[in-house]
């Protein structure tokens, strides 16, 4: 189970919203990302995260029956409105009853991590175009990204969609032989209930937040870590270049010299992590709070440095 953050009171807004079918009222930040309202709040963990960027397409959900990404759209976007996402899918028979078969039949989901995009584009695409071309398939699912099935199954799987497949486990005797078998688990990822490493957190989970650069190459250094722990009581610990066994023997490899991704105390950033910090109750995050104690935001971008020579400080 997901735990959504603590938000200020005084930086919440009562939302209301049409999910799957049912009216909802949350109290969570406008500006908050309705992907993370449907995960953290709502539980909704069918809706994928891949990039938090608008470029996977993992996140679709429907908005008033068309597709948007998730992670884009703020919470308060979404007032007044109707969201479906994959777990909703389920109310439009036989409609997806037959895209779902024609997934598994297909192979259309592997790892499945961007089903629930798909199949949430494709199920909008077809209400409105019961019978799409393929290049119609092609334009409606462009915006989600597949790692693993080269898309031919997928735009074969829509395409298809409607027509009579099996989805038996084993074929018929005497037709093995070059038959499509549907995958043993290929159920879960085609109605969202397959879990992910980030679909779960432990409640004793510590939140590991990754300070980046936001220069490709930088000095800088730490300010009083101490001082910021006694500071900040939620925070377990940061963790620096010194934290790493063996990370010394790594910058004096050349060849992996730039694999080393955390970064002593003082010395250059390569637009890599360099510290992490921890704090009980979620998980991992990108970003630099604000009083983090470093000269970061006024690092100087280290322009003139030749690549793969990176003294320490
Ligand atoms: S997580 Fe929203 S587009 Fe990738
Ligand atoms: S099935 Fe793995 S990313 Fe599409």
Do not use: W
Request: charged share 20%; glycine share 10%.
């Amino acid at each position: 189970m997901l735990t959504a953050p603590t938000i200020p009171a005084d930086l919440q807004a009562t939302l209301g919203f049409t999910v799957n079918g049912k009216l909802v009222t949350i109290a969570t930040a406008p500006g908050r990302r309705l992907s993370r309202v449907l995960r953290e709040d709502l539980g909704l963990i069918g809706t994928k995260v891949g990039c938090d960027a608008g470029d996977c397409g993992a996140c679709t959900v429907l908005l008033d029956g068309d597709p948007v990404c998730s992670c884009l759209v703020p919470a308060a976007q979404a007032e007044g409105h109707a969201i479906t996402t994959v777990e909703g899918l389920a109310s439009r028979p036989p409609l997806y009853n037959s895209l779902q078969c024609s997934f598994l039949t297909h192979g259309a989901a592997q790892c499945g991590a961007c089903t629930p995009g798909m199949l949430v584009t494709a199920t909008a695409l077809l209400e409105k175009t019961p019978q799409p071309s393929e290049a119609e398939v092609m334009d409606a699912l462009g915006g989600v990204l597949c790692r693993c099935t080269g898309y031919r199954k997928i735009i074969s799987a829509v395409l298809d969609t409607g027509k009579e497949q099996s989805t038996a486990a084993s074929p018929a005797a005497g037709f093995a032989v070059g038959t499509r078998l549907v995958r043993l688990d290929g159920q879960r990822k085609v109605d969202g209930t397959e879990i992910y490493g980030a679909d779960q957190t432990h409640e004793d989970a510590l939140n590991v937040r990754v300070i980046r650069s936001p220069h490709h190459r930088a000095k800088f250094c730490f300010g009083d870590l101490d001082k910021f722990l006694r500071n900040h009581p939620g925070i377990q610990a940061v963790f620096t270049a010194r934290d790493v066994p063996g990370n010394e023997l790594l910058r004096r490899n050349s060849s992996l010299r730039r694999s080393a991704c955390l970064r002593r105390r003082r010395g250059p950033l390569s637009g890599r992590s360099r510290c992490h910090a921890g704090r009980r109750g979620s998980r991992h995050r990108v970003g630099r709070p604000s009083s983090f104690p470093s000269d970061l935001a006024s690092a100087r971008p280290d322009h003139n440095r030749r690549r793969g020579t990176q003294p320490e400080g």
